[in-house]
Nanobody, 124 residues
């Protein structure tokens, strides 16, 4: 069992930056693939970024060049640095963990554990 807790969301002006954190419980954090997803009102949950346990990193096209995912296995934490934020980035952001293997790991249905989400609001 893994518990995930996101933090770092908030209100930011367009063009600004936020850094989200996702802290995981348990001793086997390094064995999990970690993903970031987001869901805006009235829309489906969508893939943002993944940081595989072997270090592979993948991004949605919409955030490439602006967002950076990283992890610190010693701190059981995965991060999402978000720069050059746009109003369309506004959503609830979730982190997720998957124990079984995956490649891009972009399908939310693949993930075993989810955090409660953190709200990101971007004003224009």
């Amino acid at each position: 069992q893994v518990q995930l807790v996101e933090s770092g969301g908030g209100l930011v002006q367009a063009g600004g930056s936020l850094r989200l954190s996702c802290a995981a419980s348990g001793r086997t954090f390094s064995s999990y693939h970690m993903g970031w997803f987001r869901q805006a009102p009235g829309k489906e949950r969508e893939f943002v970024a993944a940081n595989r346990r072997n270090g592979g990193i993948y991004y949605a096209d919409s955030v490439k060049g602006r967002f950076t995912v990283s992890r610190d296995n010693a701190k059981n934490t995965v991060y999402l640095q978000m720069n050059s934020l746009k109003p369309e980035d506004a959503a609830v952001y979730y982190c997720a963990a998957r124990s079984s293997n995956c490649y891009v790991c972009s399908d939310p249905g693949m993930y075993d554990y989810w955090g409660q989400g953190t709200q990101v609001t971007v004003s224009s």
